[in-house]
């Protein structure tokens, strides 16, 4: 399956200035050489606790945030200083879903308006097509007729909806997901986690997601990796990292969250301490002042990605 997006040495570092000259003191380094590929029709999904660089490589991704270093290579063409007509077909391609579906719909806007917006901005619908449109990928999120309503006249789980029919309109080839459904009530998740999961494969679209709840990931995802300060520690097959952790990180994220079985009765796996500053990441392996297999050159030595099993690669060379 080749690659839609593929992220090489991807690094983001934001300056920290103080003082009336604002002298640069240091660097928060927020993203620290990833590297990962999204794959057509696949769900790539990035877990973490929060500030560990999730949103900021979707960010990055979607050309919000310029890259302090690193390439993003788009059906195989690095998109960073490509010409304008490239740079205006990418963001047609890739488009977003955020996480609160209310904020990010203007409240004065039409929902057949918001759709048709993007549309209108690339110039390659006239008015009459954008409208059609509209109508047809309303009609896909099984909200038909509803185009001259706003949104406060819809729920939650039909604005998040309405966000996916604005997302699928200019018909993009890979979505950002930013916890797509942590601001809906648990009984709609899953029917937006499904409704997701069927346009998906209806379009052939791939899909990165960022979430925080480890059941929503290991629902939707083909392949997971795992950050922590800015790298990733795990990378592979979702069932197989959520099944099989090899990195003391994983398998105490995994532990500490709610079990997907009620039979599951696995001891949490306690971290010592706190997180360390991204201001102020520690030698050596970023973890080992938490970790309980660190050994005295995990100080020393910064892991790199292995491959432990087929398509399973983890930063850490003192596997259980």
């Given at each position: 399956m080749d690659a839609i997006i593929s992220v090489q040495g991807l690094t983001k570092y934001f300056p920290v200035r103080s003082g009336i000259a604002r002298r640069t003191i240091g660097f928060v380094k927020a993203v620290d050489s990833i590297d990962f590929d999204i794959k057509a029709g696949e769900t790539y999904s990035l877990i973490g606790e929060s500030g560990c660089g999730k949103t900021t490589t979707a960010r990055l991704i979607l050309l919000l945030y310029e890259p302090t270093v690193g390439s993003i290579l788009f059906q195989g063409e690095n998109i960073l200083g490509a010409d304008k007509d490239k740079m205006r077909e990418y963001r047609r391609s890739v488009q977003a879903i955020f996480?609160?579906?209310?904020?990010?719909?203007?409240?004065?806007?039409?929902?057949?308006?918001?759709?048709?917006?993007?549309?209108?901005q690339t110039g390659n619908y006239t008015r009459q097509e954008?409208?059609?449109?509209?109508?047809?990928v309303l009609n896909t999120v099984r909200l038909p007729?509803?185009?001259?309503?706003?949104?406060?006249?819809?729920?939650?789980?039909?604005?998040?909806?309405?966000?996916?029919?604005?997302?699928?309109?200019?018909?993009?080839?890979?979505?950002?997901?930013?916890?797509p459904v942590s601001a809906l009530d648990v009984s709609v998740r899953a029917q937006v986690m499904n409704h997701l999961k069927e346009?998906?494969?209806?379009?052939?679209?791939?899909?990165?997601?960022?979430a925080h709840g480890l059941g929503t990931v290991r629902y939707m995802t083909d392949t997971v990796g795992v950050m922590y300060l800015g790298k990733i520690v795990e990378t592979g097959p979702g069932e197989e990292v959520f099944g099989h952790p090899?990195?003391?990180?994983?398998?105490?994220?995994l532990?500490?969250?709610?079990?997907?079985?009620?039979?599951?009765?696995?001891?949490?796996?306690?971290?010592?301490g706190e997180v360390p500053s991204p201001l102020r990441v520690p030698?050596?392996?970023?973890?080992?002042?938490?970790?309980?297999?660190?050994?005295?050159?995990?100080?020393?030595?910064?892991?790199?990605?292995?491959?432990a099993a087929s398509g399973h690669w983890v930063a850490c060379p003192y596997l259980d």
């Amino acid at each position: 399956m080749d690659a839609i997006i593929s992220v090489q040495g991807l690094t983001k570092y934001f300056p920290v200035r103080s003082g009336i000259a604002r002298r640069t003191i240091g660097f928060v380094k927020a993203v620290d050489s990833i590297d990962f590929d999204i794959k057509a029709g696949e769900t790539y999904s990035l877990i973490g606790e929060s500030g560990c660089g999730k949103t900021t490589t979707a960010r990055l991704i979607l050309l919000l945030y310029e890259p302090t270093v690193g390439s993003i290579l788009f059906q195989g063409e690095n998109i960073l200083g490509a010409d304008k007509d490239k740079m205006r077909e990418y963001r047609r391609s890739v488009q977003a879903i955020f996480q609160d579906p209310f904020s990010s719909l203007s409240p004065k806007m039409r929902v057949g308006t918001i759709i048709a917006e993007p549309l209108l901005q690339t110039g390659n619908y006239t008015r009459q097509e954008a409208k059609e449109r509209v109508e047809e990928v309303l009609n896909t999120v099984r909200l038909p007729g509803r185009s001259r309503n706003y949104p406060h006249e819809f729920s939650g789980g039909e604005r998040q909806r309405i966000a996916l029919a604005r997302a699928i309109a200019p018909n993009p080839k890979v979505i950002m997901l930013d916890e797509p459904v942590s601001a809906l009530d648990v009984s709609v998740r899953a029917q937006v986690m499904n409704h997701l999961k069927e346009v998906q494969d209806k379009f052939g679209l791939s899909y990165l997601l960022i979430a925080h709840g480890l059941g929503t990931v290991r629902y939707m995802t083909d392949t997971v990796g795992v950050m922590y300060l800015g790298k990733i520690v795990e990378t592979g097959p979702g069932e197989e990292v959520f099944g099989h952790p090899l990195h003391p990180y994983t398998e105490a994220l995994l532990k500490a969250s709610l079990p997907f079985s009620p039979d599951d009765r696995d001891r949490v796996v306690p971290l010592p301490g706190e997180v360390p500053s991204p201001l102020r990441v520690p030698p050596g392996c970023a973890f080992h002042q938490r970790c309980y297999r660190a050994r005295s050159s995990c100080s020393e030595e910064r892991p790199v990605l292995q491959e432990a099993a087929s398509g399973h690669w983890v930063a850490c060379p003192y596997l259980d």
